[in-house]
């Protein structure tokens, strides 16, 4: 049974149609990478999947039970969710450890001192102990992702979302978090990656889905659609990409 | 004007005043326009002196209320200075004294707003500090002081009602002077309202657009 | 009259319990023209940044109203303008009721400016956590937003003090109000005027140290 399943999702924005009959799935433990060139919608379907846009028409299936759009079912659902986005999105004047037990305390109610206790195991997990009271505005934009990504799996979510992880980073940094996305994929947790960056793709997929105008084009794995790309769309991208 | 039907002299009358509201504003904005842009210049300039000296004046003038030095002037000229002059001359020494201590700062942000890439290329291709400031960096630094200008000259046809107090004919006083002739309160306070408003709130809407159009370029 | 004019302070100087009492009064009337101010301020801010247009609507026409009018005239309207009414107000309260409502109108864009500084990633941040809307506002929207606003804040307060000195006209016995009371009394005008000057002109430095130094200590770095 996959863990998600999309049927037919659409949605607009104003006039524009930016996702179109959107059918797809993920399996537990998969590392999906959702590929395509900006403008694609790829992020707009990853916002619908934490229902932080609404979609028009269509359903999500989590766990094969169909979203509910009553509003504690949304608080309810996004739990089960963890989002890391482009922009990394820390809370400023918070410390990184501060930003890792805001939301167990929040939402789960936990403990301060559990949620301290759980958060230090997961920011030695992305190799950030000694900058547990460092605010964002000290750390590099590497630091801050993986802060990010220890703050989103402090809630212990099912499926990790993650919008252009990398797209705002540095080169050099991009292999820490590639690094500790690797570790994650290891160990067995379900990831939906949306990014534009071809390299970065190759590197951590399993299974990519291409798409463009709002539109899958191709799905398949990562190994077989990079190298025999089967639409003139895909053979584009990749081409483009290649030849910068 | 006698034969004249009442609702028309009333309108005559606080057009009239709306008038000299207008010009008394406006004269204090270029007058302490002038005064500030010269200010502006000493306080960005590598004398101490000079540029604690306008540094304090634009604080003292700023930092302390328009009336009470609209107040001092009243009273001083005439006392200590042996000057008998009119409640025009009076309030508009006073408002152009205050809106030069506003001009002040708004020159100077706007010329330390000025990319300072603006100042390394114009040395870069030998001009001097005067020739940098004057060719260079003041055009640029006018534009970016035109929406806080135009947002100070509403300021001051606001703060221009303050005259009315020691007697001068504006707008406000208008407003006072009817209402004792009329003894009609509500209509008298209405018109004024509505006068002012129009005015402030239509060069307010017109300052967002130029603000807008400033950005795009 | 020609010859120097000689400078005489303690002519006025000695009506120094009356300048204090002048401050006192000047102080409470800020202080709760402020708070009174801030109120408004919240329920504008919150109106202005509402979607549904009548709620908007008013609440922009609040705003630009008190704004694109001189305080003086609201003062007069307070004063002067309720009692034809039949709403006779004295003179501290209609001077309240005007000057916080002018504050008001401008604290509201303090405050909405400072909800707006927030910025959609850290709101979308918390929700993707599984915050509710009321957890993200109360653990991560005001946070930052009071950080924000308390400068302006700040600013806000010391104009209020100064613009205190407008509600002379309608005989409320603060500084300035006094002032011409001394002035009258002594036949000093001038200097009583320099020393009114110079208390406000003191009033703002304080208060303006103070409150960079209360900034500093509350707040810890963002930037």
Known sequence: ?244 | MESQPVVVQYAYFFLKATGITLVLSALSLLTGSAIGFLFSLLRISENRALSTLTLVYAEVFRGSPLLVQLFLVYFGLPIVFHLDVSAFTTVAVSMILYTAGYMTEIFRAAIQAVDRGQWDASYSIGMTYTQALCKVVIPQAMRIAVPPTLGQFISILKDSSLASIIGFMELTKAGMAVRARTSNTLFAFAIVTCLYFMICYSLSIASRRVELRLKKT | MTGRYTFDFSAILRYWPELVQGVWIAASLSVLTFLLGTAFGIFGAIGRISRRRWIYGISTFYVELFRNTPLLVQLYIAYYGLETLSIKLNAFTAALLAMSLNSGAYETEIIRGGIIAVGKGQIEAAFSLGMTYTQTLRKVVIPYALQVIFPPLGNQFIGIILGSSVASVITVPEITYVGLNIGSRSYRDFETFLVIWVIYIALNVVLSALFKLCGRIAFRPIL
């Open chain 1, 1 to 244: 049974m996959p863990i998600l399943r999309t049927e037919n999702v659409n949605k607009h924005f104003d006039k524009l149609h930016v996702l179109k009959n959107i059918s797809f799935s993920v399996e537990q433990a998969e590392t999906l990478v959702i590929l395509g060139p900006s403008g694609s919608g790829k992020s707009t379907l990853l916002r619908c999947l934490n229902q932080l846009e609404r979609i028009d028409s269509g359903t999500i299936y989590f766990e094969e039970r169909p979203l509910s759009y009553e509003r504690k079912a949304i608080y309810r659902n996004r739990r089960n969710f963890g989002m890391i986005f482009q922009s990394f999105n820390l809370f400023p004047q918070k410390t990184a450890l501060e930003n890792v037990t805001l939301g167990p305390m929040t939402v789960a109610r936990v403990s301060r001192a559990e949620a301290e206790r759980e958060a230090r195991v997961l920011l030695e997990k992305v190799k950030l102990t000694d900058k547990a009271h460092a605010y964002p505005a000290k750390l590099s934009g590497g630091q801050q992702q993986r802060v990010a990504i220890a703050r989103a799996l402090a809630m212990r979510p099912k499926v990790l979302l993650f919008d252009e992880p990398t797209s705002a980073l540095d080169p050099e940094t991009i292999g820490d978090v590639l690094e500790v996305m690797r570790r994650l994929a290891q160990e067995r947790t379900t990831m939906i990656v949306v990014t534009h960056e071809l390299g970065f793709a190759r590197e951590i997929a399993e299974r990519i889905i291409f798409m463009d105008i709002g539109e899958i084009i191709e799905e398949g794995p990562s190994q077989e659609l990079l190298t025999r790309p089967k639409s003139a769309r895909l053979t584009a991208f990749l081409d483009a990409v290649l030849h910068k």
